[in-house]
């Protein structure tokens, strides 16, 4: 299997722009998390969806932000517009639907706006 | 909100020599997630914990929980480079939220 997959690996964009990132999560897996990481706030939760349905965005930062799950196979997270503190390392992960919720981490897309 | 503190937050050891980071909630735990993330990639599941006082092993490196599922250590015997990165605790609670620790960085030097 080839893992959780995300693109773009690093984006760059300028203030105010729309970005988009995407994740691809292992077949089979039923549950996706995208977290933010930055050196000040480490690791954070932002949505988690089961079985494409949203469960929980409390972790959401704005309105700015919006995540999409359409389909088993493919999730979005999309910033608009952008600002310069979006800057941070994104990651997608996805889970089995079993008990002990070990989670498989994508590589991660290093977003930095200017 | 709930918070898991690691300590400590950045260790530099020597090679061969033993290690512990700790991982302590104000609050008792569901489950308790032990990963390691390198520079620049994504997290790596190492292991899981869940019951009070289980101990779990994997090469070198050893999770226990304690008997209150409120803390969690993890310990490398005889550290190689090889280990070096981030270490993060997970948890979740029984609303099923998951949330990270604060990460201790470890270097071992050659």
């Known amino acids: 299997d080839a893992g959780v997959i995300q693109s773009p690996r690093h984006e760059v964009t300028e203030m105010g722009q729309e970005v988009t990132l995407r994740c691809k999560p292992i077949?089979?897996?039923?549950?996706l998390f995208w977290y933010r990481q930055t050196m000040m706030r480490g690791l954070e939760l932002l949505i988690y969806?089961?079985?494409?349905?949203?469960?929980?965005d409390s972790g959401m930062p704005e309105d700015r932000f919006s995540a999409k799950m359409p389909n088993a196979s493919f999730s979005t997270l999309k910033i608009q517009p952008s600002e310069p503190r979006d800057s941070a390392v994104y990651f997608c992960?996805?889970?089995?639907?079993?008990?002990?919720?070990?989670?498989?981490f994508g590589p991660g897309t290093r977003l930095t706006v200017l | 909100s709930q918070e898991l503190e690691q300590s400590p937050q950045s260790l530099i050891v020597q090679e061969g020599k033993n290690l512990t980071i700790n991982c302590t909630s104000s609050k008792t735990l569901y489950g308790l997630y032990w990963y390691k993330q390198k520079y620049g990639e994504g997290l790596i599941f190492l292991m899981m914990l869940q019951k009070g006082g289980e101990e779990k092993s994997h090469e070198k490196i050893t999770a226990k929980l304690d008997e209150k599922k409120q803390q969690s250590s993890l310990h490398i015997t005889a550290s190689q480079p090889s280990h070096a990165g981030i270490y993060l605790c997970g948890a979740d609670n029984t609303g099923n939220q998951f949330y990270f620790g604060t990460g201790t960085s470890l270097t071992v030097i050659p």
């Open positions: 969806f089961n079985n494409n349905v949203p469960i929980d």
């Open positions: 992960a996805s889970s089995l639907p079993s008990g002990n919720n070990e989670q498989f």
């Open positions: 077949s089979g897996h039923n549950s």
